[in-house]
Nanobody, 115 residues
Framework: QVQFVESGGGLVQPGGSLRLSCVASGSIFSFYAMGWYRQAPGKQRELVAI???????NYADSVKGRFTISRDNAKNTVYLQMNNLKPEDTAVYYC?????????WGQGTQVTVSS
């Protein structure tokens, strides 16, 4: 069983920055790709960024050049550095992995971008 705890969300003005963290339980963290997703009110959950076990990354077009995903396998932690935040980035952000076909999600952390 894998469990995640996200943190780092909050209220920030447009143009500001936040750094989200997701700490995973268990010793298998380093073997799997990790992703950050988000869900805005009334919208479907969408992939924001993903990082493979080897460290290669991929981003949604809407966040390219502004967000950076990284991981520290020694700390069982994946990060999402978010810069130049926009009101449309407002959402609940979740970390995720898929192990043997089963998806695991954290409880989410709220990010609100507003002046």
């Amino acid at each position: 069983q894998v469990q995640f705890v996200e943190s780092g969300g909050g209220l920030v003005q447009p143009g500001g920055s936040l750094r989200l963290s997701c700490v995973a339980s268990g010793s298998i963290f380093s073997f799997y790709a990790m992703g950050w997703y988000r869900q805005a009110p009334g919208k479907q959950r969408e992939l924001v960024a993903i990082i493979a076990r080897a460290g290669n990354t991929n981003y949604a077009d809407s966040v390219k050049g502004r967000f950076t995903i990284s991981r520290d396998n020694a700390k069982n932690t994946v990060y999402l550095q978010m810069n130049n935040l926009k009101p449309e980035d407002t959402a609940v952000y979740y970390c995720n992995t898929v192990i043997m076909g089963d998806a695991y999600w954290g409880q989410g952390t709220q990010v609100t971008v507003s002046s």
